[in-house]
């Protein structure tokens, strides 16, 4: 019994070291199918996140975090003091199947030239919540990263 505990224990560490989802996470009922990072007519980053409802359910709202850098690879602060990670909501319902893309403009982060995005939760109309967190925090199908190279 103990050998097939430290066998499981081994097979589950190899699989998590080896950056591969764990077999109990929990899938999200957003796909994270595209991002865009732009400018607005005032010369400020904007971005755009594209998903998808993969679930049965509507989902009424979901969130993002982004960090910033600038072209010379430095991670920007909020106004060059204040937080290095912007966070976003959208609000607009999302229903099983249809793709949609919410925008958000990264005021204080003017020198942005890369973007790194991740989905960090999502609730549907029932109010089912869904996050990212724990070890699965790095989990690549809920972040995308953009540059204006």
């Known amino acids: 019994m103990k050998r097939l505990l430290r066998i499981g224990t081994v097979l589950l560490v190899t699989l998590l ?3 591969c989802t764990s077999p109990f996470a929990r899938e999200g ?3 994270f199918v595209g991002l865009k990072l732009t400018r607005n007519i005032i010369g400020v980053p904007e971005i755009g996140v594209t998903v998808t409802n993969v679930s049965t359910k509507p989902v009424k709202a ?3 975090k982004a960090q910033c850098w600038d072209a010379y690879g430095r991670l920007l602060k909020e106004f060059g003091f204040g937080d290095t990670v912007f966070s976003g909501i959208s609000q607009t319902t999302i229903q099983p199947g249809q793709t949609r893309t919410a925008w958000w403009t990264l005021y ?3 020198a942005a030239y890369e973007v790194e995005v991740a989905l960090t939760s999502a609730i549907s109309a ?3 919540k869904w996050t990212v967190g ?4 790095d989990d690549p ?3 995308k990263r953009v540059s204006f190279r």
Do not use: M, S
């Open 62 to 64: 979901f969130t993002i």
């Open 126 to 128: 029932d109010n089912e």
């Open 29 to 31: 009922p957003l796909a």
């Open 17 to 19: 070291l080896a950056g």
């Open 141 to 143: 199908r809920y972040i």
């Open 134 to 137: 724990g070890i699965w925090v």
């Open 108 to 110: 204080g982060y003017d």
